[in-house]
């Protein structure tokens, strides 16, 4: 343990076994615990492996606050900031510093190469590393990545403060997966994307621009889950994500093609509503019922003050990372229901706008998995190496991994990923489809011949920009990069 709380646990292969790489596995949420199931596989395959609970236990409440209740010192209800530090940053570097320490004492050297896996906050954690501290991994797998925290924590309750508002109430799950289903339905094989119309997911869905209107029950009255006129504004609300009051985008929206449900549900995403208790508000018995979609915006400006420069993870300046000839790799479902894509999408915008998409892909690539979920499942080809996802072939042209390994030690950059879909997500039950994930901006196209299920049978090409996409991306650049920043009337800098 190191002081005050941070467990970190390491596993050690048998010398016979070691393949003298080092790899640290990342957790989800807030974290509190450690990742078995993620240090087993990273042995199996000869890794020596560690993870941390980051510095605060899950199962342990702080006088009786679960979740992120360690970030309030109680009853002062001042935030400890030792702990959330921990929780930022501190503890992953001290996974990577005692974890090789501990590899050289065991094996009497070093790991020759260094890896940091992880998805949703374990993404987050190796973008953090990679910008604060790269010179501890030489590669980086950061799937789904939690990072822009600062932002898209308190992102993820718009949708449920805009319902609260607008329609007194969270619209019900049925009518939410029917405007799902028809903004799928409506540009599925149709916004240029690459889509099929057999397909059941959006490949890049800022294309997409299906209005819920033509789901009002004005428009379809025998609908049973048609959207009254409240609930049709809610949803174009969330869809759109939140705006300041000069209609300027704060942070993104849900994707057409991701569940509403896994934020805009019965209930709130719980990530979401402690930080606003706990770390913004500083009470516990804050009710975030009594938000508006004005105070928001003060909220959200508050969350972008105090957190940016301890959790944000979004700054662009990786001029470290890249003299230290790291490497990363990230992905992200577009049907992720959790974290918004389209915040992953804009920080590799940012990237390409400070040193040149080709000098980009020198060093991070970034493959969008359409139609996956919340680092795993959903209706696309989600099976591809990713964390949490089922096994594939394990070569680096279906196991996104590996694929890592060959650009750090072979310097062989992927260019695509071919993902399976089994049926039911279930490799028992044998494959759906392939399909290659490519490496942003440039979108997965059918040659027009051949089995469509078969990823041989599919190209990367490049993706349509227009007003639309731009529109979708528009957004505040990283703090660390405000003088790029052209919103008038900002005071947080």
Same mark, same amino acid.
């Given at each position: ?94 996974? #990577? ?32 590393? #990679? ?41 019900? #799950? ?6 799902? @289903? ?143 000839? #790291? ?96 049926? @039911? ?69």
């Amino acid at each position: 343990m190191v002081e005050p709380a941070i467990n970190i646990e390491i596993w050690l292969p048998l010398p016979s076994a070691w393949t003298n790489r080092f790899q640290g596995v990342g957790g989800g949420g807030y974290a509190g615990t450690i990742t078995w199931t993620s240090l087993a596989s990273a042995i199996a395959a000869g890794y020596v492996t560690a993870t941390t609970d980051t510095g605060h236990s899950a199962f342990a409440p702080n006088n009786g606050l679960g979740g992120g209740g360690f970030g309030l010192k109680q009853p002062a209800d001042t935030l400890n900031a030792g702990l959330i530090q921990d929780f930022a940053e501190r503890s992953e570097l001290e996974l #990577a510093r005692k974890g090789k320490a501990i590899t050289r004492a065991f094996y009497g050297t070093g790991p020759r190469f260094s890896y940091w896996t992880g998805c949703s906050t374990g993404g987050r954690q190796g973008w953090i590393m #990679a910008q604060r501290h790269p010179e501890e991994y030489d590669g980086y797998l950061t799937g789904s990545p939690a990072f822009n925290w600062d932002r898209f924590i308190p992102a993820e309750l718009w949708g449920q403060v805009v319902m609260n508002n607008e329609v007194g109430a969270p619209i019900s #799950a049925a009518k939410l997966n029917a405007v799902t @289903n028809a903004a799928v339905a409506a540009c599925t094989g149709k916004s240029g994307d690459g889509t099929r119309a057999s397909d059941a997911f959006l490949a890049d869905p800022r294309l997409c621009t299906y209005d819920p209107a033509q789901m009002s029950c004005s428009a379809q009255p025998a609908n049973p889950n048609c959207l009254t006129s409240k609930e049709v504004g809610a949803v174009s609300k969330i869809w759109d994500g939140p705006r300041d009051p000069h209609g300027r985008r704060l942070w993104f929206g849900l994707d057409r093609g991701a569940s509403l449900a896994g934020l805009d549900g019965s209930f709130p995403f719980p990530i979401s509503t402690d930080h606003f208790a706990y770390w913004l508000h500083q009470n516990p018995s804050f009710d975030w019922h009594t938000i508006t979609e004005a105070s928001f915006v003060t909220d959200f400006l508050n969350s972008e003050f105090k957190f940016e420069n301890v959790i944000g993870t979004d700054s662009t300046d990786l001029d470290s990372f890249i003299e230290h000839k #790291a490497k990363d790799i990230t992905y992200h479902g577009t049907a992720d229901q959790l974290i918004f894509s389209r915040g992953t999408t804009n920080y590799f915008e940012r990237l390409r706008k400070r040193y040149g998409a080709q000098n980009v892909d020198k060093f991070a690539r970034l493959f969008m998995a359409p139609g996956m979920g919340h680092c795993l499942g959903g209706a696309g080809a989600n099976a591809f190496g990713n964390v949490f996802g089922p096994p594939v072939s394990s070569d680096p042209q279906h196991d996104i991994l590996k694929a890592l390994v060959d650009w750090v030690e072979a310097g062989i950059p992927p260019d695509r990923i071919t993902a399976t879909k089994f049926i @039911n997500d279930n490799p028992a039950s044998g494959v759906a489809f392939t399909r290659p994930l490519c490496v942003f901006p440039k979108l997965a196209a059918y040659k027009g011949s051949g089995d469509p299920t078969d990823a041989g049978n599919w190209t990367c090409a490049n993706g349509i920009v227009n007003d639309t996409t731009r529109d979708a991306d528009a957004v505040l650049p990283d703090r660390g990069n405000r003088e790029t920043n052209d919103r008038e009337g900002d005071d947080h800098d």
